[in-house]
């Protein structure tokens, strides 16, 4: 009988009854190094690309299975949300579509504001986006609670609480963190089309919601079409004002505290 090569017990299945150690029958090899190491980066699990797989054609029934307790086969949607987001982050940022799109914003707001384009304003800009970079998988974990405060209101009579949308809605944006990388190697190609980059993602994320919802809830497409639209932009203008708000305080707060303490 084989023994585990680690605590020398007996070998009944595929891991040790005793330590707990994945039976080891192989001598050690280069792909085995490489899976061990892809593993111990991500921490992925078997579940993570059956969770992918599944949401690419079944998000509702994904998200239902998990709320009613089927969650084994499943990768934890906050983790699952926090990998792809992350990888979506690296991957913008690394083909140098995240300062493309900033300058396409300056461009858009000089124009509408009939200025003439200023070195000095550029320079700021690449100041903050450089600040910015970092943190831009923040901002989709940020935009979470607010998209599915807005779902909880939508759908409030479907008896899922806060905590349930909070787990649908961490695996849809997940998803379409991961699905909107085609059009973000596209538009890596062809940068002059980067204005169609933010609408496209917009659109691609009331589709996906379509789908899910008429899938999770069983409505039509009409329902599900507009309240996949109002989930997305009302849960980022929520998001957006309540970081205006913070910040807005914070300034308040530094003036007066700087009043009382350096005066």
Not at 88 to 105: M, S, Y
Not at 107 to 124: D, F, Y
Request: aromatic residues 14%.
């Amino acid at each position: 009988m084989e023994q585990c090569k680690n605590c020398e017990a007996p070998l009944n299945g595929p891991y040790c009854s005793e330590c707990g150690q994945k039976a080891i029958t192989e001598r050690l090899a280069v792909r085995h190094m490489l899976n061990e190491f892809i593993q111990t980066l991500t921490n992925l699990e078997r579940g993570f690309w059956y969770t992918m797989k599944r949401l690419m054609a079944k998000p509702g029934q994904v998200v239902r299975e998990y709320v009613e307790g089927k969650r084994k086969r499943y990768f934890h949607p906050i983790r699952y949300l926090i990998i792809l987001a992350t990888l979506a982050t690296v991957v913008t940022v690394w083909l140098g579509i995240f300062d493309l799109q900033q300058d396409e914003i300056l461009s858009v707001q000089e124009r509408a504001m009939g200025l003439e384009p200023s070195e000095q304003a550029r320079l700021s800009q690449e100041k903050v986006q450089e600040q910015i970079k970092p943190y831009l998988n923040l901002i989709t974990l940020l935009t979470l609670p607010f998209v599915s405060l807005v779902s909880l209101l939508l759908f409030r009579k479907r008896g899922y609480n806060y905590a349930e949308h909070l787990a649908i809605n961490a695996y849809w944006t997940a998803q379409l963190s991961f699905i909107g990388l085609l059009p973000v190697f596209f538009f890596a190609f062809f940068p002059q089309m980067v204005s169609y980059l933010f609408p496209l993602s917009i659109l691609l994320s009331v589709v996906y919601y379509t789908f899910g919802f008429r899938q999770l809830f069983g409505i039509s497409y009409g329902q599900a079409v507009w309240k996949g639209f109002l989930t997305n932009t009302v849960g980022f203008i929520l998001m957006f004002i309540s970081i205006m708000i913070v910040v807005i305080l914070g300034v308040l707060l530094y003036i007066v505290f700087s009043k009382i303490f350096l005066h």
